[in-house]
């Protein structure tokens, strides 16, 4: 699979390139090298083209599952914490625990969105 290494001269790890590409099993990008997906580790990103790997439909219908599921338990949350009752009379720990739920939700929506965006158009 063709991937393109950067960020290998900030972690010291140029003259490694020809081993981890060896190990990882990882070919030099040739003309028309369009990344789709990337990963991140420390300084060094790896960028792959997945277009002909994934079923980018089957891939696009299962993010929107999971945004639904996130959005539905954003609005259950905000509700939840909206009701002054609840908040006065539920115990901290419960109020907190549906916080959490909001905050985790939030950043759930945000990822899920990003990588929706981030696959090719159909």
Request: hydrophobic share 45%; no cysteine; charged share 25%.
């Amino acid at each position: 699979m063709a991937a393109r290494l950067t960020g290998l001269e900030a972690g010291g790890l140029t003259d490694q390139e020809p081993l981890v590409r060896s190990l990882t099993r990882l070919d030099q990008p040739a003309d028309g090298f369009a990344p789709t997906a990337s990963l991140s580790v420390r300084t060094v990103t790896v960028e792959l083209d997945l277009s002909g790997a994934i079923d980018v439909a089957a891939e696009r219908a299962r993010l929107a599952k999971d945004l639904a599921v996130a959005q539905k338990e954003l609005q259950t949350a905000t509700a939840k914490l909206a009701n002054v009752d609840f908040v006065a009379r539920a115990p901290e720990p419960v109020v907190a625990k549906v916080r959490g739920r909001l905050t985790g939700a939030e950043a759930d929506i945000q990822r899920l969105s990003a990588q929706l965006d981030a696959l090719p158009a159909p």
